[in-house]
């Protein structure tokens, strides 16, 4: 398990990438992807998995993002093609076999988290562990910790934290708070957009971007502004 201070993450040869939202496309969160493939193998492939409400054009520009800055192969997964059915499964385990790059695209966490199945998921954990980057964007940032709200479990991949995404101060404080006094040891994770909490193999913990995440402990152990290393 990967750990710094009282942070806790899943165990994985790979990068743990939490990006608080922005969009790729107008550059908005360029800095956090360039440090991304940095640490990706330049002969992997990148698996995009959408989080609903992201169209196949758009699905396609990303891919052209990604192999302009230096990713050239890139597939996207079609988790919410009810058509393709379990060739869609299939399919997942097979690309994310093959990934440097996982993109876990934004949009509705709660959709995320339900279309991915128990072995996509698999994969994708199995992926992440022999040294794929995984890059959570605004709803696939949200699915990788403990709780999405009160009701919906996340994935649980950073231990015992809510990720919020899209940060901008009071109001998303106020509802993370409320989550958090709701279950008494979560740390809660702020992140703006263009902001990200990287997490690496080896215990690091670094920030990239332009900016900072917010980091409230437990009640337990008071609240405080968390930064690492900026890039």
Partial sequence: MGQAGPLRWRDGSGWLVLLGGGNPLAGETEL???AALDRADPDGLLVILPAAGL???LAQELVAYFADLGLPHGRVLPLFDTAAGPAVE?????LLSQAGLIYLADGDPRRLVTAVSQP?????GDAYEMGAVVLGAGAGAAALGTWLDFHQPGWGWVINTVVTPHFTGTQYATTLQALMAAHPALFGLGLPD?????LGPHDEVETWGSGR?????PRAMGTALGRKEDR
Avoid: Y
């Fill in 120 to 124: 996509l998921l698999q994969a994708l």
């Fill in 194 to 198: 263009g902001v990200a909490l990287a």
């Fill in 55 to 57: 169209s196949p054009d």
């Fill in 213 to 217: 995440p917010t980091i409230l402990l």
């Fill in 90 to 94: 299939s399919a997942g385990i097979s």
């Fill in 32 to 34: 956090v992807d360039v």
